[in-house]
């Protein structure tokens, strides 16, 4: 078996099972007092280029054939543009920021083909969650009490991993910033009647 069979094989495994699971979502705090200075500037960055990023696709003629290993992008400054690296956000990161505004561009469009008066996606001050499409390589829950975020190098200390159920399946995260602070979204899978039982 080839490896795109392979990862065919898997993405068929996984969707089947999914038709007897039901879907939740948790939300968690990253404990600001326990963050170091370098890892403080790490998050600012991602949100920065994460901003950096989405604006340059919405400056494209043709965001859908954009690639994801864009690793320089030019930056609106008072006298013109400069070239900014993107340096923090992994390409997974970066893959799934291009598909979240792609898909975006895609509803909008299908809405005002639908009748609807709809403008364009906007450039925006600031980019407000980061997209963790992959659990065990973009982002990782290590205990009860730590998480690892891909590229940060200190574990992170978060509150309230004890909301997740045991047994549940760990999928895609969302890391935002809100209020001044980090929280980390976390999209789980339960069997229904695991569910069903617990709701009793």
């Known amino acids: 078996m080839t490896k795109n069979e392979a990862i065919r094989a898997s993405l068929k495994a996984t969707k089947e099972k999914r038709k ?4 939740k979502v948790y939300e968690v705090k990253i404990d600001r007092s326990h963050v ?12 920065l280029e994460a901003k950096w990023l989405y604006s340059f ?11 994801y290993k864009i690793l320089e992008v030019p930056v609106k400054v008072k006298d013109g543009f400069e070239t ?29 083909a639908n009748g609807h008066k709809m403008g364009k996606l906007k450039f925006k001050s600031e ?5 963790l499409k992959q659990y065990g390589n973009t982002y990782e829950i290590l205990d009860g009490k730590y998480i690892r975020i891909q590229g940060i190098k200190q574990k992170l200390r978060v509150r309230g991993l004890e909301q997740l159920p045991e047994g549940v399946d760990v999928a895609n995260g969302n890391l935002i910033r809100r209020n001044g602070g980090y929280h980390l979204s976390i ?3 339960q069997t229904r009647e695991n569910q069903e039982k617990k709701n009793r």
């Not at 170091?36 to 949100?47: A, D, G, I, N, W």
């Not at 980019?127 to 997209?131: A, N």
């Open 20 to 23: 007897n699971q039901t879907c």
């Open 36 to 47: 170091s200075s370098s890892t403080t500037e790490h998050l600012r960055m991602l949100f």
């Open 57 to 67: 696709i919405l400056s494209q003629n043709n965001p859908f054939e954009l690639g």
């Open 84 to 112: 900014r690296t993107i340096a923090h956000l992994s390409s997974q990161m970066r893959q799934s920021i291009i598909r979240r505004t792609v898909d975006n561009i895609r509803g909008l469009a299908q809405l005002k």
């Open 127 to 131: 980019v407000k969650s980061v997209p």
């Open 187 to 189: 999209t789980t899978y």
